[in-house]
């Protein structure tokens, strides 16, 4: 069973900085796309940033502000997030999907929260 723990979230002021991490419980980290969901009070869910072999995907409002990585040996990927916004503050999830499908992930983790004060 894949299994999916997100860690790092937390509150800070707008300007700061946050690195989530997930640790996936994943054979083989390289067969899947990995990524960044999150979801903000009353807001649909939305993709925020996605790895897969050789290519980094973003959305446009975190484009040049986060910054998704992963490390095989420790099989975690990594969200650094910086600059954050106010507008940033939701819960985000990390996803696995199989093959490099990012945007229909099959695998969600738990969720944490992370919150951007003005």
């Known amino acids: 069973q894949v299994q999916l723990v997100e860690s790092g979230g937390g509150a800070v002021q707008a300007g700061g900085s946050l690195r989530l991490s997930c640790a996936a419980s994943l054979r083989t980290l390289s067969s899947y796309a990995m990524g960044w969901f999150r979801q903000a009070p009353g807001k649909e869910r939305e993709f925020v940033a996605a790895i897969s072999i050789g290519r980094t995907y973003y959305a446009d409002s975190v484009k040049g502000r986060f910054t998704v990585s992963r490390d095989y040996a420790k099989n975690t990927v990594y969200l650094q997030m910086d600059s954050l916004k106010p507008e940033d503050t939701a819960v985000y999830y990390c996803?696995?999907?199989?093959?490099?499908?990012?945007?229909?992930?099959?695998?969600w983790g738990q969720g944490t929260q992370v919150t951007v004060s003005s």
């Open positions: 996803t696995a999907a199989i093959g490099s499908a990012y945007a229909n992930p099959q695998y």
